[in-house]
């Protein structure tokens, strides 16, 4: 199993900047394909980003393509998603997750080992 825990969350204004991180647990983590999500009050957990094991690929969904994106570095077992120009709209809690099946990764359904997310707010 992989812990997780997500940090680098905060209140930024509208067209700045957050990296958050993802830091892991686990031996075997660097075999992972990892993922980014966000939950805002009231709307179901909604997909980011997600990345391949190596790093060498990535998927973004299209409300943030283009402003977000996600790395990993395996040697220090984290995973990140840098966000710029950042919306009102990006205002949620964040979480990182390992992918359980490869089929899945743009639903919450193809994810365990949760983190307790970071709250990201958005000011205008």
């Known amino acids: 199993q992989v812990q997780l825990v997500e940090s680098g969350g905060g209140l930024v204004q509208a067209g700045g900047s957050l990296r958050l991180s993802c830091a892991a647990s686990?031996?075997?983590?660097?075999?992972?394909?990892m993922g980014w999500f966000r939950q805002a009050p009231g709307k179901e957990r909604e997909f980011v980003a997600a990345?391949?094991?190596?790093?060498?690929?990535?998927y973004y969904a299209d409300s943030v393509k283009g402003r977000f994106t996600i790395s990993r570095d395996n040697a220090k077992n984290t995973v990140y998603l840098q966000m710029n120009s950042l919306k009102t709209e990006d205002t949620a809690v964040y979480y990182c997750?390992?992918?359980?099946?490869?089929?899945?990764?743009?639903?919450?359904?193809?994810?365990?080992?949760w983190g307790q997310g970071t709250q990201v707010t958005v000011s205008s």
């Open positions: 997750a390992v992918v359980r099946s490869i089929v899945e990764v743009t639903a919450p359904r193809g994810y365990d080992s």
């Open positions: 686990g031996r075997t983590f660097s075999t992972h394909n």
């Open positions: 990345i391949s094991w190596s790093g060498s690929r990535t």
